[in-house]
T-cell receptor, first 114, second 107 residues
Framework: DAGVIQSPRHEVTEMGQEVTLRCKPISGHDYLFWYRQTMMRGLELLIYFNNNVPIDDSGMPEDRFSAKMPNASFSTLKIQPSEPRDSAVYFC????????????FGPGTRLTVL | KNEVEQSPQNLTAQEGEFITINCSYSVGISALHWLQQHPGGGIVSLFMLSSGKKKHGRLIATINIQEKHSSLHITASHPRDSAVYICAVRSDNDMRFGAGTRLTVKP
C-alpha cells in the first residue's frame, strides 16, 4: 500500500483565496483524521470521520474551515477565505477500528498564506 | 497548565546512551500515543498504549494509568533516532498533544 496520500505537498496562496487540501486514506481504514501543526500551538486535531461521517469537528477553528469525505477513499479540507494565520502544516491520518488502532500519517501539506 | 506535559523539551545524548522521555497528563484517557516526527516533518506512530508496556526494537513505552504518566525509552540510541517525539492522549472524541521533545543523538 502507498500509505496515506496528501496533495498538494506545498501550497502558497494569497489571503482571501480558497484553499483545498486533499487526502486519500489507506485502503480499508475506516477512520480519517485531519490535524494542523504550527510552531505556536503544536499539533491539533481539527476533525475526524468514521465510515465517511464526521464524528467530531470541535477542533475546526472557525466557519472558514470545512471538511468533507464523499467516499471511503477521499477527503478534503477547505479553507475559504484563507488568512495568513492559517499558515501551517496540515496532516491527514487514517486507521482501522480494530487491532492496534494506531494512526498512519500522511506526509502533510505545508500551507503558506501570504 | 497544559493537559499534556512532556519533559524534557530538548535532549542531547551521545550515541549509545539510554534515553527516557516523559509524558504526564491530567485528563482521563482511553489511549496514549507516542509519535515520532522526523526532521523532514513526517510523522510516524510508534506506539498506542492503554495499559502496561510495549516494546518494538530498541523502543519501549510504558504507561501508569493511576499516576497518569507514560515514558518512552530508547536503548542504545543512534543518530538516526534524532527527531521530535510527541505524546498524544485520546479522551472521548478528542486528542490532545504534548509540545514534543526534541532529541538529538550525537555520534
Amino acid at each position: 500500500d502507498a500509505g496515506v496520500i496528501q496533495s498538494p505537498r506545498h501550497e502558497v496562496t494569497e489571503m482571501g483565496q480558497e484553499v483545498t487540501l486533499r487526502c486519500k486514506p489507506i485502503s480499508g481504514h475506516d477512520y480519517l483524521f485531519w490535524y494542523r501543526q504550527t510552531m505556536m500551538r503544536g499539533l491539533e486535531l481539527l476533525i475526524y470521520f468514521n465510515n465517511n461521517v464526521p464524528i467530531d469537528d470541535s477542533g475546526m477553528p472557525e466557519d472558514r474551515f470545512s471538511a468533507k469525505m464523499p467516499n471511503a477513499s477521499f477527503s478534503t479540507l477547505k479553507i475559504q477565505p484563507s488568512e495568513p494565520r492559517d499558515s501551517a502544516v496540515y496532516f491527514c491520518a487514517s486507521k482501522t477500528s480494530g487491532g492496534a488502532g494506531e494512526q498512519f500519517f500522511g506526509p502533510g501539506t505545508r500551507l503558506t498564506v501570504l | 497548565k497544559n493537559e499534556v506535559e512532556q519533559s524534557p523539551q530538548n535532549l542531547t545524548a551521545q550515541e549509545g546512551e539510554f534515553i527516557t522521555i516523559n509524558c504526564s497528563y491530567s485528563v482521563g484517557i482511553s489511549a496514549l500515543h507516542w509519535l515520532q516526527q522526523h526532521p523532514g516533518g513526517g510523522i510516524v506512530s510508534l506506539f498506542m498504549l492503554s495499559s502496561g508496556k510495549k516494546k518494538h526494537g530498541r523502543l519501549i513505552a510504558t504507561i501508569n494509568i493511576q499516576e497518569k504518566h507514560s515514558s518512552l525509552h530508547i536503548t542504545a540510541s543512534h543518530p538516526r533516532d534524532s527527531a521530535v517525539y510527541i505524546c498524544a492522549v485520546r479522551s472521548d472524541n478528542d486528542m490532545r498533544f504534548g509540545a514534543g521533545t526534541r532529541l538529538t543523538v550525537k555520534p
